[in-house]
């Protein structure tokens, strides 16, 4: 079986998939001192979500870190943000078809408080939590995506493929 090897999660790395930006305990520009009541971080990330945004949580079970499936939408972006754990996610490019181009996957080692972009076509699927715990996470779609713009495709067995931390 062929594998895949997480990288470290950077703007450059990333690019082609979508966006990131580091929510828990941020380090861009803000709005308030130290000696405010609170800080305001401004404008972390924009997405592009066709339309209005609905938000809802996930849970990622533990398990073996194995590409099976993966799914794209055709007409929107989606974010996530893990809250209680780090994951791992593999991602392959926009293609013109149902074909997942997985000779071009990669994957990339999440951190719990990073919010993640997915660009629209972009091929994803599940977090897998990086321990042995359940992943919580709050995610990003306009409403029904998940019912009238998803297409999952399950990769043939023999196409599986193991992600290596």
């Given at each position: 079986m062929k594998s895949v090897k997480v990288k470290s999660l950077t703007l450059d790395s990333f690019y082609?998939?979508?966006s990131y930006a580091k929510v828990l305990n941020p380090d861009t520009p803000h709005l308030g001192t130290e000696e405010d009541p609170v800080c305001f971080?401004?404008?972390?990330?924009?997405?592009?979500a066709g339309g209005q945004v609905s938000i809802s949580?996930?849970?990622a079970?533990?398990?073996?870190?194995?590409?099976k499936i993966m799914e794209y939408h055709t007409h929107t972006g989606e974010a996530?943000?893990?809250l209680d754990g780090?994951?791992?996610m593999a991602f392959a490019p926009a293609s013109a078809d149902e074909q997942i181009p997985l000779n071009e996957l990669e994957a990339f080692y999440i951190p719990s408080g990073v919010m993640i972009w997915i660009r629209a076509g972009v091929w994803h699927y599940a977090q897998m939590p990086v321990e042995d715990k359940p992943v919580t996470?709050?995610?990003?779609?306009?409403?029904r995506t998940y019912f009238n713009d998803c297409h999952k495709v399950e990769?043939?067995?023999e196409e599986h493929r193991i992600l290596e931390l």
């Open positions: 082609k998939f979508g971080y401004r404008d972390i990330m924009q997405i592009e949580a996930g849970v079970l533990p398990g073996e870190k194995k590409v996530f943000m893990m780090d994951v791992v996470s709050i995610v990003l779609l306009p409403e990769i043939p067995e």
